[in-house]
């Protein structure tokens, strides 16, 4: 099956921009989606599809997608931003239409 | 709003079967715009989709290859939730499980997948 490569930690300074990235054959044919995990939580999806963000969630969360690469930016980062980010797409490398995951990306903030 | 809540053993014995449930409300196990899966975390192995089951018009089935020959995904329309169970369990099954409800959403410019409702994950750790 196919695979989705993440950098395993980013550093941001509070009030910066960060950009985390997304790689993998299935982001030609899929968007990704991103979805925030906080030490003991599940996963909360922050961005999906070209760049939607659920209710709830801060518009300094945006997504962006071009060939292989998808990425997530955050604008003017928070404390609380401080989590691991991962990535998902749909995958039909195999027989079926299935489901793929980045390694994710822990953000500190500093 | 949709909520996911699971529940079933936190310890299972090795070569025996893991059995998870995950109970719906604010939505339907038979709804025909969402697919409900299952997917477990581990430091080893990260985030790792194992499967789903939907509806649309009959009842379907996709798993993940590396747990294809062990995994059965139930739909239970009479509770509205819907079932994992994985067979011949090792150490290495060991993870937090959580089930979640993929969506898609197309017009004729865009199609959109995602996951966009979680539980809150069980531990389930295999061992003797």
């Known amino acids: 099956s196919s695979e989705l490569t993440q950098d395993p930690a980013v550093s941001v300074a509070l009030g910066q921009t960060v950009r985390i990235t997304c790689q993998g054959d299935s982001l030609r044919s899929y968007y990704a989606s991103w979805y925030q995990q906080k030490p003991g939580q599940a996963p909360v999806l922050v961005i999906y599809?070209?760049?939607n963000r659920p209710s709830g969630i801060p518009d300094r969360f945006s997504g962006s997608s071009s060939g292989n690469t998808a990425s997530l930016t955050i604008t003017g980062a928070q404390a609380e931003d401080e989590a691991d980010y991962y990535c998902?797409?749909?995958?039909?490398?195999?027989?079926?239409?299935?489901?793929?995951f980045g390694g994710g990306t822990k953000l500190t903030v500093l | 709003q949709v909520q996911l809540q699971q529940s079933g053993p936190g310890l299972v014995k090795p070569s025996q079967t893991l059995s998870l449930t995950c109970a719906i409300s604010?939505?339907?196990?038979?709804?025909?715009?969402?697919?409900w899966n299952w997917i477990r975390q581990s430091p080893s192995r990260g985030l790792e989709w194992l499967g789903r089951?939907?509806?649309?018009?009959?009842?379907?089935?996709d798993y993940a290859v590396s747990v294809k020959s062990r995994i059965t995904i139930n739909p239970d329309t009479s509770k509205n939730q819907f079932s994992l169970q994985l067979n011949s369990v090792t150490p290495e099954d060991t993870a937090v499980y959580y089930c979640?409800?993929?969506?898609?959403?197309?017009?004729?410019?865009?199609?959109?997948?995602?996951?966009?409702?979680w539980g809150k994950g069980t531990t389930v750790t295999v061992s003797s």
């Open positions: 604010g939505d339907s196990v038979s709804s025909n715009s969402a697919a």
């Open positions: 998902n797409s749909r995958d039909s490398s195999g027989n079926h239409l299935n489901w793929v």
């Open positions: 089951t939907y509806y649309r018009s009959k009842w379907y089935n």
């Open positions: 979640a409800r993929d969506k898609r959403e197309d017009s004729s410019s865009w199609l959109y997948y995602y996951m966009d409702v």
């Open positions: 599809g070209k760049n």
